[in-house]
């Protein structure tokens, strides 16, 4: 039994998935041998609200000076935090030859160099040294550093507080949410704002996005659970605001209790969460359900297709493919091969299931029917860009909200 990594109340486990492999740890072949796994499953604290891992890895065996993901392989990730940054900028910055700017998991620099571009003193901290060296070599300041109580006490020491700390896709990724909201309450000024996107846990569950369950994804945020943790630290939320990346995501902005006003959206958001029966273990179970059938549905269609002789690709060799993969046992057998655009994932296997991740020159080339969208987060993206294969009747199959396939004839 596990218990509450946030409030210490026993957590009701409501989908686990067995043995799984570290999601973002591509392998060689003389890596097949000594490959880890770990017991992957997540809970609902019916205390707090807060969705989260059962057992989690280390932070240092996930984010190191090989880190695989990096951000701006997406034209649209990168459209996004231009414009994340280009908005704190006119909304927030009052005089930005002043103002000082804190990411954290800065990753490539995608959002901080916007900040760099209009000379905002910045920062980023960011623990992958392989993602924190091309940041630098966009002449960004960062440090290569977990953010924790301690980094805070030390920035606070060498540059002051920060008007604005901004984190996208990383507050779920750190376990002790403890030490990073003293390290907050330490760093951000007093009229300070802290910004954070995260997937949303009513579109994971909506969308039956059970593949974002993961090692690094710890925990699942909705702002019923985003309400019971910040408070703890002094902060509350002011404003929050839908956004469509990374398959529905929720921006959050916190302040010190009291020193700003909260947007009507934060109640009205709260209430339709309510509604939704975010707050009972129900509707996780519900989700559990839902994530058995797609496995079933979606063996049932790759085996049709197999049988008749189809060969099919990979488009997207994401973390999220390692749970669908491992989760539905899906080899090489099935798929031919993963296509990604990240240099240091071509001519690597998956995790667990081994398929060979290939450079996205061979999916061009190819003269294949059948591929399995794993990176659906970017469908738009990814079906504006693929008009060669839609134009020759090139078919995709989806598996979430349910398994579809589909062309664009
Ligand atoms: N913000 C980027 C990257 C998200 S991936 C984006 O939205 O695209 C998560 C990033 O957070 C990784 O680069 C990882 O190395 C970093 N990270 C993980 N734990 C961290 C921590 N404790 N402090 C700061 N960054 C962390
Ligand atoms: P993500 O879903 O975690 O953002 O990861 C997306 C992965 O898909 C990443 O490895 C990059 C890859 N990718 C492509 O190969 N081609 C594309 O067009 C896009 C958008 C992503
Ligand atoms: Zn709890």
Redesign the pocket.
């Known amino acids: 039994m596990s218990n509450c990594k946030i409030c210490e109340q026993q957590i009701q486990p409501f989908l686990e998935f067995g043995k799984m492999p570290r999601a973002n740890a591509y392998l060689d072949k003389d890596g097949f041998a000594n490959e880890q796994f770990f017991e992957l499953g997540v809970g609902f604290c019916e205390q707090c609200k807060l969705v989260q891992l059962l057992n989690t890895i280390p932070p240092e065996k996930m984010f190191h000076d090989d880190y695989a993901?990096l951000s701006s392989?997406?034209r649209y990730m990168e459209q996004h935090f231009a414009s994340l940054a280009e908005d704190i900028i006119a909304t927030h910055i009052n005089d930005p030859a002043s103002a000082f700017v804190v990411e954290i998991g800065s990753n490539d620099g995608i959002m901080l160099q916007h900040f760099a571009k209009h000379q905002i003193n910045h920062l980023g901290i960011e623990p992958s040294k392989n993602v924190a060296d091309i940041a630098i070599s966009k002449g960004l300041t960062i440090w290569n550093d977990f953010f924790a109580e301690s980094t805070a006490k030390q920035v606070c020491h060498e540059y002051g507080q920060a008007d604005i700390i901004c984190a996208a896709n990383v507050i779920g990724h750190i376990e002790d949410l403890r030490s990073v909201g003293q390290g907050l309450d330490l760093l951000l000024k007093p009229d300070g704002l802290f910004i954070f996107e995260h997937p949303y846990l009513v579109d994971n569950i909506q969308k039956n996005a059970f593949d974002q369950i993961y090692d690094e994804h710890i925990y699942y945020f909705s702002l019923l659970s985003v309400q019971a943790i910040f408070p703890r630290y002094g902060l509350e939320v002011v404003d929050v605001k839908w956004q469509s990346v990374h398959g529905g995501s929720m921006r959050y902005t916190l302040a010190r209790q009291g020193v700003h006003p909260v947007a009507t959206a934060v109640s009205e958001r709260l209430a339709r969460e309510q509604q939704l029966g975010l707050d009972q273990l129900s509707i996780y179970q519900e989700f559990a359900l839902q994530a058995q059938q797609i496995k079933r549905e979606l063996l049932e269609l790759l085996t049709t297709l197999k049988q008749a002789g189809h060969r099919i690709v990979g488009y997207?060799?994401?973390?999220?493919s390692s749970t669908v993969l491992n989760f539905c046992g899906i080899g090489p057998d099935t798929i031919d091969y993963i296509?990604?655009?990240?240099p240091c994932?071509q001519g690597r296997f998956s995790p667990g299931m081994h398929i060979p991740i290939k450079p996205?020159s061979d999916f061009c080339n190819d003269d294949h029917q059948y591929t399995l969208l794993f990176?659906w987060?970017?469908t738009e993206?990814?079906l504006t860009?693929e008009q060669t294969y839609n134009q020759r009747g090139g078919r995709w199959i989806v598996f979430v909200p349910h398994v579809n396939v589909f062309d664009m004839l």
């Open positions: 993901f392989t997406s997207g060799a994401t973390a999220k296509s990604d655009v990240t994932k996205y990176a987060n970017h993206e990814i860009k």
